[in-house]
């Protein structure tokens, strides 16, 4: 018995994303939608009710890549067809569940007719299931970054292409694609997040009667699933009609050179990269025409894609919030009206006219552009000054800053210095953690790199072949298949890469204190908790200061949440290194009870020089908090825990403290300007087995 969907229009509210999903329905070259939004917001339920307003398809009988009889795939691998016979069947809803792997999406070699038959066949998978239906992904930021590489380019291309076991296969694969994720759980990458077409942000409403309701509706629909689709059956019905009308018209809609302007005059006031948003603004438009039953696209129809369109492509550093104002928007839907409104032959005489404008005084000079520059008396002098930071080092109130006269205990934070591309920092061995791009680990969908009797995930085939070949005279084979054993079977050993543990432990203490030093520790972590966001890290960060060491922020899956604590890390006091790594210690250790198969990487960025012991000591305090040091990093050491030591003693006169801590650690020692990968020829291992030093 088929499970009853909600009903699409019995949804309260969401009409962003009901927009969205309607116009990728009556447009599939859009490129898909992306749902973002809190837990509970009800992001699966309208995504399969979609599915159910989708024109029934025409298919070729017996075609598993859901061939149309009239427009048939010339190059499909059940083909040829004839285009005389035909089916029809309703449109597909394909969930791509978070496990997948990589031959269940793209389809691969047929084991049971290779090794039962002897013939060379290929098996479908999730992306020709999905042809000219609904390919769902929930958890989509928790998929692995190469099965959302596969699954965007099928997506953006219309095709997917399969080479792998020797079969080489292309196959049609038009889909509405649909992921959702929660951000707290970790975000996608903005190369990723811009080959989604369209993206909307969810949150449960505020408003008691829309709440009241959504919980109304809910729990009819829990009492009496079928009774309540019939009661709106009907309306679901006029948006299935009005679908299938607007997929007619849709190309018959006129997209004019004042509204083409119009978009290219918007994506280059948000200064997106690349063409792709101007394509993907130009189809939903039209989209939105064809949907509100216009000949052409009008003004609003390019606001409408604007919304839709452009929040998730402002996004190019990890740490940028998605999403676009609309104060923004506004000004720069009334800067492209200018651009809509002049002809071509206009344009060129634009940049002198902006020129006699600026010699009459018509526009005022204080006001920035759309892409955000200032003028003069918005932000002071371009210099810094001698302390490092702009007006000679007193933090403005924008910055979250006090005067510049501080207790000698704390001071304010310095800004970051420029972040740079770090260099990848990995843990020895080979793990088995989760999926990520940081050290090596064996897992179910990386390289096949040997052949096993006892572990490893799916056949290896050419080992099984192999291994069955010289028995089958034994065995009397006769056919074409092969006769096996189950001692014949190989497994394939997978290596890929996984996440980890990196634990920041920062000295934020009076001798780190110097602007200057504390401005470059601090754009050497943000660099490196972009490279951790970008290898799919769990982050911690262990700060100390004064007479103790704290948890600045507990290990987590939010790296830009790690990125903001850094922004806002005080300095000033004294230097409790044992007590940091202490701290450090009992932090992995609860992690290791939590997660134990995600491997720590501890990253101690510090000068050496502590200067308050575990126990109190008036004679030899110095010497007493420096061996502290040494015999807390032996623990951590003890405790298997791999380490790099990153050195940020700068002046004449250098002490080796660190070496020291990075000799009890068995890590490596890293000066600051060594974390960078552009300083260094190449990638190169920073932790090796047995501690040796990176090149």
């Known amino acids: 018995m088929t499970a009853v969907r909600y009903p699409f229009s019995a949804v309260v509210g969401h009409d962003d994303l009901r927009l969205a999903l309607l116009l990728n329905a009556v447009h599939p070259r859009i490129g898909g939608v992306l749902?973002?939004?809190?837990?509970g917001t009800a992001k699966s339920t309208i995504v399969r009710a979609l599915a159910a307003l989708l024109p029934e398809l025409d298919v070729v009988p017996d075609c598993r890549f859901g061939c149309a009889p009239l427009d048939a795939d010339p190059r499909c691998p059940d083909g040829p067809h004839d285009g005389t016979a035909s089916s029809v069947r309703p449109a597909r809803l394909v969930e791509l569940p978070v496990g997948a792997t990589e031959d269940r999406l793209v389809g691969s070699l047929d084991l049971e007719r290779a090794l039962t038959d002897g013939v060379r066949a290929y098996q479908p998978g999730?992306?020709?299931?999905?042809?000219?239906?609904?390919?769902?992904?929930?958890?989509?930021?928790?998929?692995?970054?190469?099965?959302?590489?596969?699954?965007?380019?099928?997506?953006a291309m219309g095709r997917a292409h399969v080479e792998r076991e020797g079969?080489?296969?292309?196959?049609?694969?038009?889909?509405?694609?649909?992921?959702?994720?929660?951000?707290?759980?970790?975000?996608?990458?903005?190369?990723?997040?811009?080959?989604?077409?369209?993206?909307?942000?969810?949150?449960?409403?505020?408003?008691?009667p829309t709440r009241t309701e959504v919980v109304r509706r809910r729990l009819a629909f829990e009492a009496d699933p079928a009774g309540f689709a019939r009661r709106w059956e009907d309306e679901d019905a006029d948006l299935a009609k009005r679908i299938a009308a607007a997929r007619e018209r849709v190309g018959s809609v006129v997209l004019p050179d004042s509204e083409l302007r119009r978009i290219s005059a918007l994506c280059a006031a948000f200064e997106v990269d690349g063409m792709r948003a101007d394509l993907v603004l130009a189809r939903t438009a039209v989209a939105h025409a064809a949907w509100r039953g216009a000949e052409s696209v009008a003004e609003a129809d390019v606001e409408a894609a604007a919304r839709l369109a452009l929040p998730h492509r402002r996004r190019r550093d990890p740490f940028d919030e998605p999403g676009v104002?609309?104060?923004?928007?506004?000004?720069?839907?009334?800067?492209?009206?200018?651009?809509?409104?002049?002809?071509?032959?206009?344009?060129?005489?634009?940049?002198?006219?902006d020129e006699r404008d600026e010699q009459s005084g018509d526009d005022d000079p204080d006001e920035g552009g759309p892409g955000g520059a200032s003028g003069p008396d918005d932000g002071g002098p371009d210099d810094d000054g001698p302390d490092g930071g702009p007006g000679g080092g007193q933090a403005s109130p924008e910055e979250g800053g006090e005067p510049r006269r501080k207790a000698p205990s704390e001071r304010p934070p310095a800004p970051p210095a420029a972040a740079f591309r770090a260099r990848l920092l990995e843990v020895p061995g080979v793990g088995e953690g989760a999926p990520g791009r940081r050290s090596r680990s064996r897992s179910r969908t990386g390289r096949a790199v040997r052949a096993s009797t006892v572990d490893g995930h799916g056949i290896h085939l050419p080992a099984t072949l192999s291994a069955a070949a010289p028995h089958q005279s034994a065995r009397g084979r006769s056919g074409p298949g092969l006769v096996l054993r189950g001692h014949d079977v190989r497994h394939a050993v997978r290596e890929g890469r996984e996440g980890n543990l990196v634990l920041f432990v920062v000295d934020a203490s009076g001798s780190m204190a110097a602007r200057e030093r504390m401005s470059a520790v601090s754009g050497a972590v943000l660099s490196l908790l972009r490279d951790a966001y970008q290898r799919r890290d769990k982050v911690g960060v262990v700060t100390f200061r004064g007479d103790s060491a704290e948890v600045a922020l507990p290990p987590t899956s939010s790296v830009d949440t790690?990125?903001?604590r850094m922004r806002r890390l005080r300095t000033g006091g004294r230097t409790p290194l044992a007590d940091g790594l202490l701290k450090a210690h009992k932090v992995i250790g609860t992690e290791r009870t939590r997660d134990p198969r995600r491997r720590p990487l501890l990253v101690l960025l510090t000068d050496g020089k502590a200067t308050v012991p575990l126990r109190s000591n008036v004679d030899g305090r110095a010497r007493r908090a420096v061996d502290d040091a040494v015999r807390s990093a032996g623990l951590l050491a003890d405790a298997g825990v791999a380490s790099v030591v990153v050195d940020c003693e700068n002046g004449m006169v250098r002490l080796g403290l660190a070496d020291r801590l990075a000799g009890a650690?068995?890590?490596p020692c890293l000066r600051l300007e060594e974390l960078s990968a552009d300083n260094v020829a190449g990638v190169v291992r920073a932790v090796r087995d047995g501690g040796s030093r990176a090149a």
């Open 325 to 353: 104002e609309e104060e923004q928007l506004q000004q720069a839907l009334s800067d492209a009206a200018q651009h809509a409104d002049n002809p071509p032959e206009d344009e060129r005489d634009e940049q002198s006219g």
């Open 35 to 39: 749902v973002r939004g809190e837990k």
């Open 167 to 208: 079969v080489s296969v292309a196959h049609a694969a038009s889909f509405l694609l649909v992921g959702t994720m929660n951000p707290e759980e970790g975000e996608l990458r903005p190369q990723l997040l811009d080959r989604f077409g369209l993206t909307v942000h969810v949150t449960a409403s505020r408003d008691v």
């Open 562 to 564: 790690a990125a903001v």
């Open 126 to 155: 999730l992306l020709a299931a999905a042809h000219r239906g609904v390919l769902y992904v929930d958890e989509v930021n928790l998929l692995h970054d190469h099965l959302v590489d596969l699954l965007l380019d099928a997506a």
């Open 665 to 667: 650690l068995s890590a």
